[in-house]
């Protein structure tokens, strides 16, 4: 498997509860495109209004939280690149991003894919 992680930071124009109705309505999107991506799962994790948060930023001397991460996932590599070249997958990642560019402030987010290595799993 293959992850995307997209850490997120809201474009300032946006208060804390309109970014994340506004991150939810980009839902149906990527779930509308996810088929032309090639994309197997999506999932957005919104940051909680908690203390905690800052208590363990400070134990490890970390700056400012982000608002949210998503994660996306591919079968493969090759999958992934294979949604970006066709004209279905670039017109749809050309929807994504026009979509993000109204609620994310792209510039102070990061973007980057991974490969998952489970270390454990509870039940």
């Known amino acids: ?15 804390q509860e309109d970014f994340y109705k506004r991150w939810l309505s980009h839902g149906p999107l990527v779930g509308e ?8 799962r ?17 134990s490890r001397d ?3 939280a982000y608002d949210g991460i998503t994660e996306v996932w591919w079968d493969s590599l090759e999958d992934l690149v294979a949604g970006m070249n066709t004209p279905e997958g670039q017109a749809a990642h050309k929807r994504l991003l026009e979509d993000e560019r109204e609620f ?8 980057f894919l991974t490969e998952e290595h489970q270390i454990f799993a509870r039940s």
Not at 2 to 10: A, D, F, M, Q, T
Not at 33 to 40: D, F, K, L, Q, S
């Open 62 to 64: 970390m700056g400012k």
């Open 33 to 40: 495109v996810a088929e032309a991506i090639n994309a197997r």
């Open 1 to 15: 498997m293959i992850k995307l992680v997209y850490i997120i930071r809201r474009h300032p124009d946006f208060s």
């Open 104 to 111: 994310i402030d792209l510039a102070n987010s990061r973007i």
């Open 42 to 58: 999506y999932i957005q994790s919104h940051t909680i209004d908690t203390p905690l948060n800052e208590q363990f930023a400070q």
